[in-house]
């Protein structure tokens, strides 16, 4: 028989059995289709060289009028505006205290330090700040202490320890010396309270007896024990922030990247500034600062307790001013098509706000009114917060069934991977999932966490070709995604070695400088006259190109792997697994069955060679299949 080409369908599918999708692939790794052919995605490296505290599950850049370029980097533990490669800590202060509220108690021995401060309201791994400490007596030095601390343990309402170090971060032991309380100046500046990095069901919205306290009354999601996902978008050059479900902040960007944010509602001038939010959003035409799940006010002021349906808005060009009055455009609206508001995305010329169950337009009418909110569609919510993206096709979003998307209207999206996918979710941590693009190759990228996978955090990702509408999936752990556009390449959050960083993607081809390991695509079943036959496999011609780094040392390979079945139900068995180089003309194999299937992968198990620095693309495979025995 003579040779036939096999042009495999590009994308994967799942939602076909692997003998129906004959013809296609059923499924993959680390792998994108690219005018219609299956090639290894890009390369990841750490950008910069230094690290962060907590996981970052939010990524934001600006450009100052002076040029300046910033990243900010929301974290569970802190909030850093990075520039300049360095990681500059602008997270807010809660409270300071006065001079000698505080006082150390230290143990000859040990290095744990207790610290008395009445009501100091913090919560373990929050961060305080020291300073006008005196020596305890001993190796505790005043250097020691005037310096910022994570706590270690909160032990009672009044008093918490932490690990004395000194400042290269060394752990120091206290001597017998060690008699003394610090002295009387001493003052602590505690950070706002640190978030966790799991979601916690037993608090916020929804918790409690059905039909608890007034309709419309609002919850009381506390900061402490929620997932910590923060918002952040620019009002001019500033920045304003806000940890989901806590306060709202402002960073000033003429006072420099060295002083931190603050509380939006304590600045000079404010009027009636919502405390506490769920999102915070600009609406960029208009200059408006929106507060999704924002507090109400109650007799002047701001009650200080989030209601999740309460959407606010400050008077244009003024995001101090929230005080509606016949000369300005501050007001509020409250949503009523669900129980809370999940997320907003800005889109052209509307802002989308997603609650539990249906999808809202808000878009600027101008006065009386200011903004027009209208219900398009229940029955499509939003899975997470940051489960929507903007494309320049539109906006794709994830609910709770499946992937979606909105062009004016909501449109399910067709899906060759969807019962997969949302059959994989771990609805318990599906709060992580986060969507975003990488308009360098058309995709739509969605993180989420998995069920099979059973780490409760991030570790799975599908992605979607928006103009040639091809769906990939894949194993990666990511916390956050920004695309491409102030920055040169699309920036990821993520951990190596137990560290937070942040890595450039589609750099290179590798692995932050090792290998990439784990790419491959397995078709789905081949045979002969609907499997009448059995299948002899004599030789393959592959059609691979290997794309390398200039100035890499390397051995560009993969290999191909033949498995075999007689029918469906059975398991498959590996024939043969052949090394393919970019000089390899053909590859005997002589397998025989009735179904076959090709899996194309990277060389991992192969340590005679350097596997860096390089790319493959598939194209069109020759393969000298011919009929050997009719099956009965």
Same mark, same amino acid.
């Given at each position: 028989m003579p040779l036939q080409e096999i042009d495999f369908q590009p994308g994967i599918n799942k939602e076909a059995t692997d003998y129906s999708a004959k013809g296609g692939w059923v499924d993959g790794n680390l792998i994108r289709f690219r005018k219609g052919r299956v090639e290894k995605i890009g390369g990841w490296a750490q950008l910069g060289g230094q690290y962060f505290l907590g996981i970052c599950r939010a990524l934001h850049s600006w450009i100052s009028l002076g040029g300046t370029k910033f990243l900010g980097i929301g974290t569970t533990w802190k909030y850093y505006i990075e520039e300049g490669d360095a990681y500059n800590d602008v997270t807010p202060i809660r409270s300071t205290t006065s001079a000698g509220d505080v006082t150390f108690a230290a143990t000859d021995g040990s290095s744990i330090i207790t610290i008395a401060d009445t009501g100091h309201g913090a919560v373990t791994n929050d961060f305080v700040t020291f300073s006008g400490a005196a020596t305890l007596g001993g190796v505790i030095t005043a250097t020691v202490l005037n310096q910022e601390y994570q706590i270690l343990l909160v032990t009672t309402a009044d008093a918490y320890q932490i690990t004395a170090k000194d400042t290269s971060g060394d752990t120091v032991v206290a001597n017998s010396s060690d008699s003394g309380n610090g002295g009387s100046s001493v003052v602590g500046a505690y950070q706002i309270n640190v978030g966790i990095d799991t979601y916690v069901s037993s608090s916020g919205w929804g918790v409690g007896t059905w039909g608890a306290g007034g309709w419309g009354s609002a919850s009381t999601i506390s900061s402490v024990n929620q997932l910590r996902l923060w918002t952040h978008d620019n009002f001019g050059e500033n920045l304003i922030i806000n940890p989901r479900g806590a306060g709202i902040y402002e960073w000033i960007e003429n006072s420099g990247v060295s002083t931190r944010a603050v509380s939006l509602a304590g600045r000079s001038g404010a009027q009636q500034v919502p405390t506490v939010g769920l999102q915070v959003i600009t609406s960029e035409t208009d200059r408006h600062l929106v507060i999704l799940g924002a507090d109400p006010v109650s007799g002047g002021?701001?009650?200080?307790?989030?209601?999740?349906?309460?959407?606010?808005?400050?008077?244009?060009?003024?995001?101090?001013?929230?005080?509606?009055?016949?000369?300005?455009?501050?007001?509020?609206?409250?949503?009523?098509?669900?129980?809370?508001?999940?997320?907003?995305l800005k889109s052209r010329q509307e802002i989308l706000i997603w609650t539990d169950t249906s999808l809202y337009?808000?878009?600027?009418?101008?006065?009386?009114?200011?903004?027009?909110?209208?219900?398009?569609?229940?029955? #499509? @919510?939003?899975?997470?917060?940051?489960? =929507? +993206?903007?494309?320049? /096709? &539109?906006?794709?979003?994830?609910?709770?069934?499946?992937?979606?998307?909105?062009?004016?209207?909501?449109?399910?999206?067709?899906?060759?991977?969807?019962?997969?996918?949302?059959?994989?979710?771990?609805?318990?941590?599906?709060?992580?999932?986060?969507?975003?693009?990488?308009?360098?190759?058309?995709?739509?990228?969605?993180?989420?966490?998995?069920?099979?996978?059973?780490?409760?955090?991030?570790?799975?990702?599908?992605?979607?070709?928006?103009?040639?509408?091809?769906?990939?999936?894949?194993?990666?752990?990511?916390?956050?995604?920004?695309? #491409? @556009?102030?920055?040169?390449?699309?920036? =990821? +959050?993520?951990?190596? /070695? &137990?560290?937070?960083?942040?890595?450039?993607?589609?750099?290179?081809?590798?692995?932050?400088?090792?290998?990439?390991?784990?790419?491959?695509?397995e078709s789905a079943d081949i045979d002969i006259a609907a499997g009448e036959y059995d299948v002899f496999m004599k030789k393959m011609i592959p059609d691979m190109a290997f794309v390398t780094e200039a100035g890499v040392s390397n051995n560009p390979a993969m290999n191909i792997v033949v498995k075999r079945r007689n029918f469906p139900g059975q398991s498959l068995i590996t024939d043969s697994t052949t090394k393919i180089t970019p000089t390899s003309t053909f590859t005997n194999l002589r397998t025989r069955a009735r179904q076959v299937v090709f899996r194309f992968e990277s060389d991992d198990d192969n340590a005679t060679v350097d596997q860096k620095g390089y790319k493959w693309r598939l194209g069109s495979t020759r393969v000298d299949l011919q009929q050997s025995g009719r099956r009965g």
């Open positions: 002021s701001r009650t200080g307790a989030i209601d999740p349906m309460l959407v606010a808005f400050s008077s244009a060009e003024d995001e101090l001013d929230f005080e509606p009055t016949a000369t300005n455009s501050a007001g509020d609206v409250r949503l009523s098509s669900g129980s809370f508001i999940v997320g907003g337009s808000m878009s600027f009418i101008g006065p009386p009114l200011t903004f027009a909110v209208n219900l398009v569609n229940e029955g #499509a @919510g939003l899975l997470a917060p940051n489960a =929507a +993206a903007n494309s320049p /096709s &539109g906006v794709f979003f994830a609910s709770k069934t499946g992937f979606n998307f909105y062009n004016g209207s909501v449109q399910r999206l067709p899906c060759t991977v969807q019962e997969y996918v949302f059959n994989d979710i771990d609805l318990n941590q599906s709060f992580k999932s986060f969507m975003s693009v990488n308009s360098r190759y058309n995709e739509i990228w969605f993180f989420y966490p998995s069920l099979e996978d059973g780490t409760g955090e991030i570790s799975r990702y599908v992605t979607y070709n928006y103009l040639e509408q091809t769906w990939a999936i894949g194993s990666m752990t990511r916390y956050g995604w920004l695309d #491409a @556009g102030i920055e040169d390449l699309p920036i =990821a +959050a993520a951990q190596y /070695s &137990g560290q937070s960083l942040l890595y450039n993607h589609e750099t290179g081809f590798d692995d932050n400088l090792e290998p990439m390991a784990g790419v491959y695509i």
